[in-house]
């Protein structure tokens, strides 16, 4: 029996292999794609090496290993009991004793190794990739568009030159009927002219390599306006300086580190630090509210520095009292702005802080997720009796929609105070893992209700694909 049990275990893993693998790979591809689309014209005519833009990327594919693994999960899981729902090998296990549980055993081991496995990406790995992205990405937008000329049109883009080229030939880059005039050096002013030439950087690029043939160099000095002497040449070599077409890589220092580039211990240091600074806060608040309701009651305490020299040394009690009233009035607007600014700080501290503890808890909610998406996906893969890419695909991403909208949401309303950081980051897993406890045990159990293949029949998921296509060409 317990090799029968092996068997089995092997078996449903060997199934959730490669639509996993394919259904990662693909969520990965997707998210590629969108990056490079949204940002390709940084990357266009700026002579950047594939090495850098190759760079950039394996730096991205960490945030989308993040968010890909739990969606492959989900649909090797949908995929894998759909099929085994289909051919009936469901109803084989439960006749030879098994059941969701004894099936789940092996799922739920390997979705705990993802979740480790994600939880460790996300806090070691995915910040570092994140930081590096950022500085290169800075580094990219940075540097100017490769240099380029055009026939007939002056260039004065290489500091000290300027340069008209009358033909250019767009396919070999040969430039003819050559002027250039170089105001680099501080006592001369020279105007070459060639017949023809070519221009490329060096490869650092740092540097643009003028190539001339057949031409004259006409000098002038400016402290001796008599001196003035022609030169002729059959080939000239110009070497400019160019740094500002030239890519520079940034130092790691240069940059703060975001929420998004800090580990759970550092950005943890910052909430005691907050927290820390907001107890300050508070207490000057409580001081300052205290300050103004001794002066008003006992007339005595912190405003009593603002009394005039005509009423402080009064003879009698109610004279005093006047003063009080009198300064109360004057100092309202003080104590209300010392009130305002004291809150403003304090929220301000909250917000700061929420913003922290949601990236905290963003990095063990989304790992958590592997496991809620294998408790979902199993019970509804055998309801659903479908295992084909179409029909796992689409609730695939229904689910993750359905996550994101409440992952996101809730990081929201907590960045602005309006929940709790850990309600708004939790809320996904709580309500999808509810649904997924509840399905488990009905659908063990067979006292699940709903047809599901009625349901997808009556959709028509051909038409709906087809909608979707023609909104996503639009």
Same mark, same amino acid.
Request: some cysteine.
């Given at each position: 029996?317990?090799?029968?049990?092996?068997?089995?275990?092997?078996?449903?893993?060997?199934?959730?292999?490669?639509?996993?693998?394919?259904?990662?790979?693909?969520?990965?591809?997707?998210?590629?794609?969108?990056?490079?689309?949204?940002?390709?014209?940084?990357?266009?005519?700026?002579?950047?090496?594939?090495?850098?833009?190759?760079?950039?990327?394996?730096?991205?594919?960490?945030?989308?290993?993040?968010?890909?693994?739990?969606?492959?999960?989900?649909?090797?899981?949908?995929?894998?009991?759909?099929?085994?729902?289909?051919?009936?090998?469901?109803?084989?296990?439960?006749?030879?004793?098994?059941?969701?549980?004894?099936?789940?055993?092996? +799922? $739920?081991?390997?979705?705990?190794?993802?979740?480790?496995?994600?939880?460790? &990406? *996300?806090?070691? =790995? #995915?910040?570092?990739? /994140?930081?590096?992205?950022?500085?290169?990405?800075?580094?990219?937008?940075?540097?100017?568009?490769?240099?380029?000329?055009?026939?007939?049109?002056?260039?004065?883009?290489?500091?000290?030159?300027?340069?008209?080229?009358?033909?250019?030939?767009?396919?070999?880059?040969?430039?003819?009927?050559?002027?250039?005039?170089?105001?680099?050096?501080?006592?001369?002013?020279? +105007? $070459?002219?060639?017949?023809?030439?070519?221009?490329?950087?060096?490869?650092? &690029? *740092?540097?643009? =390599? #003028?190539?001339?043939? /057949?031409?004259?160099?006409?000098?002038?000095?400016?402290?001796?306006?008599?001196?003035?002497?022609?030169?002729?040449?059959?080939?000239?070599?110009?070497?400019?300086?160019?740094?500002?077409?030239?890519?520079?890589?940034?130092?790691?220092?240069?940059?703060?580190?975001?929420?998004?580039?800090?580990?759970?211990?550092?950005?943890?240091?910052?909430?005691?630090?907050?927290?820390?600074?907001?107890?300050?806060?508070?207490?000057?608040?409580?001081?300052?509210?205290?300050?103004?309701?001794?002066?008003?009651?006992?007339?005595?305490?912190?405003?009593?520095?603002?009394?005039?020299?005509?009423?402080?040394?009064?003879?009698?009690?109610?004279?005093?009292?006047?003063?009080?009233?009198?300064?109360?009035?004057?100092?309202?607007?003080?104590?209300?702005?010392?009130?305002?600014?004291?809150?403003?700080?304090?929220?301000?501290?909250?917000?700061?802080?929420?913003?922290?503890?949601?990236?905290?808890?963003?990095?063990?909610?989304?790992?958590?997720?592997?496991?809620?998406?294998?408790?979902?996906?199993?019970?509804?893969?055998?309801?659903?009796?479908?295992?084909?890419?179409?029909?796992?695909?689409?609730?695939?991403?229904?689910?993750?929609?359905?996550?994101?909208?409440?992952?996101?949401?809730?990081?929201?309303?907590?960045?602005?105070?309006?929940?709790?950081?850990?309600?708004?980051?939790?809320?996904?897993?709580?309500?999808?893992?509810?649904?997924?406890?509840?399905?488990?045990?009905?659908?063990?159990?067979?006292?699940?209700?709903?047809?599901?293949?009625?349901?997808?029949?009556?959709?028509?998921?051909?038409?709906?694909?087809?909608?979707?296509?023609?909104?996503?060409?639009?």
């Amino acid at each position: 029996m317990l090799k029968i049990n092996t068997i089995i275990n092997r078996y449903i893993i060997k199934q959730h292999i490669a639509p996993f693998i394919f259904g990662t790979a693909l969520v990965m591809l997707l998210f590629l794609m969108q990056f490079l689309i949204n940002h390709l014209d940084k990357f266009i005519g700026k002579g950047l090496s594939p090495w850098i833009i190759l760079q950039l990327i394996a730096f991205q594919l960490a945030w989308m290993i993040t968010l890909a693994v739990p969606m492959g999960t989900l649909f090797s899981t949908l995929m894998t009991f759909g099929n085994l729902s289909s051919n009936s090998e469901i109803t084989i296990i439960k006749a030879s004793g098994g059941s969701l549980f004894f099936m789940l055993r092996p +799922i $739920i081991l390997i979705g705990l190794f993802l979740t480790l496995f994600v939880f460790w &990406f *996300n806090n070691s =790995i #995915l910040p570092e990739s /994140n930081q590096q992205a950022k500085i290169l990405m800075a580094d990219i937008t940075r540097k100017k568009p490769t240099f380029a000329l055009e026939s007939g049109q002056f260039s004065s883009e290489l500091t000290g030159y300027t340069i008209l080229a009358r033909q250019v030939d767009s396919l070999t880059g040969k430039m003819s009927n050559i002027t250039i005039y170089d105001k680099s050096k501080f006592n001369t002013f020279n +105007i $070459i002219n060639a017949d023809s030439g070519y221009i490329r950087p060096n490869a650092t &690029f *740092n540097q643009m =390599i #003028l190539s001339l043939y /057949n031409g004259e160099v006409h000098q002038n000095f400016i402290t001796q306006p008599n001196a003035y002497r022609i030169i002729e040449f059959k080939s000239l070599i110009v070497r400019i300086d160019a740094e500002e077409f030239a890519f520079k890589r940034s130092s790691a220092d240069m940059f703060a580190r975001g929420d998004r580039e800090m580990n759970i211990a550092d950005m943890q240091k910052i909430v005691n630090n907050v927290d820390t600074n907001l107890q300050i806060r508070q207490k000057e608040y409580i001081d300052i509210v205290k300050a103004h309701f001794d002066y008003i009651v006992y007339g005595k305490g912190y405003y009593q520095r603002y009394e005039t020299s005509d009423y402080r040394f009064g003879d009698s009690l109610q004279t005093h009292r006047v003063v009080v009233l009198r300064n109360v009035e004057l100092l309202m607007d003080y104590f209300y702005s010392s009130v305002v600014a004291t809150i403003n700080m304090i929220e301000s501290l909250k917000s700061r802080k929420n913003q922290y503890i949601v990236e905290i808890q963003k990095k063990y909610a989304i790992p958590v997720a592997c496991l809620i998406f294998i408790l979902i996906g199993a019970p509804l893969g055998i309801v659903i009796r479908k295992g084909n890419f179409g029909i796992s695909a689409i609730l695939s991403l229904g689910f993750y929609i359905i996550y994101w909208i409440f992952l996101i949401g809730g990081e929201k309303l907590a960045d602005r105070n309006l929940v709790s950081p850990y309600v708004g980051m939790w809320m996904a897993n709580i309500v999808i893992g509810f649904s997924a406890i509840v399905l488990t045990l009905r659908v063990n159990y067979e006292s699940f209700g709903i047809n599901f293949s009625n349901i997808l029949k009556k959709i028509n998921l051909q038409h709906f694909s087809n909608r979707i296509i023609k909104i996503l060409k639009k």
